[in-house]
């Protein structure tokens, strides 16, 4: 089956410019992570979206960030003002999140983005 | 075709068990390799990080190899706690630090 997709693959933008990436999951999964990958740097936690429940938002680094999902579908992370720090690969994980149990993520091939 | 596949998919353990998991790996040119530890519901928290020149690396009861002629390292945990249940990820680097392929993971689960 399908795996987890991201879009766009590449984004180039201007400082100061708002952008939104899409994210679409495997279908059935209702945990969806977003992490922020700069050059050479390891993962980097942003939000998690588990079912209809509040998202756990700890990880965002400013108010310019934001992520909506609706359901257990496509989720949306906008970055608004964006600046030549957010320049990054944006990845996207989702799993099945059986309750009690750890899980196995599957990633999105991730969105680069670079803000010139 | 750069991947990172892991074994076992799943494993359960008792507490107090050794375990090692898998990680096999196509990605070329190699840079580095990392292990993640993600507990449900968290982000990753990274465990070790090994280049080409190294071979083994530990942290705590983790220990680390590889072998980047085989292109294989493993995760070994010792003394297993119940607060080791989670998913290990294996996440290998290209020589440009620009790339990371992520494995699928593994769940460990610990059981009293």
């Known amino acids: 089956g399908a795996g987890v997709s991201q879009s766009p693959s590449n984004k180039v933008t201007e400082k100061g410019k708002d952008v939104e990436l899409r994210c679409d999951p495997i279908s059935g999964h209702t945990a969806l992570y977003w992490y922020r990958q700069r050059l050479g740097q390891g993962l980097e936690f942003l939000i998690y979206f588990q079912g209809n429940s509040a998202p756990d938002k700890s990880g965002l680094p400013s108010d310019r960030f934001s992520a909506e999902r609706t359901g257990e579908s496509v989720s949306t992370l906008t970055i608004q003002r964006t600046q030549q720090e957010d320049s990054a690969v944006y990845l996207c994980?989702?799993?099945?999140?059986?309750?009690?149990?750890?899980?196995?993520?599957?990633f999105g091939p991730g969105t680069r983005l670079l803000v010139l | 075709k750069n991947q990172v596949e892991q074994s076992p998919q799943s494993l359960i353990i008792l507490e107090g068990k050794n375990c090692t998991l898998q990680?096999?790996?196509?990605?070329?040119?190699?840079?580095?390799l990392r292990w993640y530890k993600q507990d449900t519901g968290r982000g990753p928290v990274s465990l070790t990080i090994m280049t080409f020149s190294e071979n083994t690396k530990s942290n705590g009861r983790y220990t680390a190899t590889l072998d980047a002629d085989t292109k294989q390292s493993s995760l070994h945990i010792t003394a297993s706690q119940l607060s080791d249940s989670a998913s290990y990820i294996c996440?290998?680097?290209?020589?440009?630090?620009?790339?990371?392929?992520f494995g699928p993971g593994t769940r460990l689960s610990v059981l009293p």
């Open positions: 996440v290998v680097g290209d020589n440009y630090g620009q790339n990371f392929v």
């Open positions: 990680c096999n790996y196509t990605v070329s040119p190699f840079s580095n």
């Open positions: 994980a989702s799993s099945l999140a059986e309750a009690g149990g750890p899980e196995t993520q599957y």
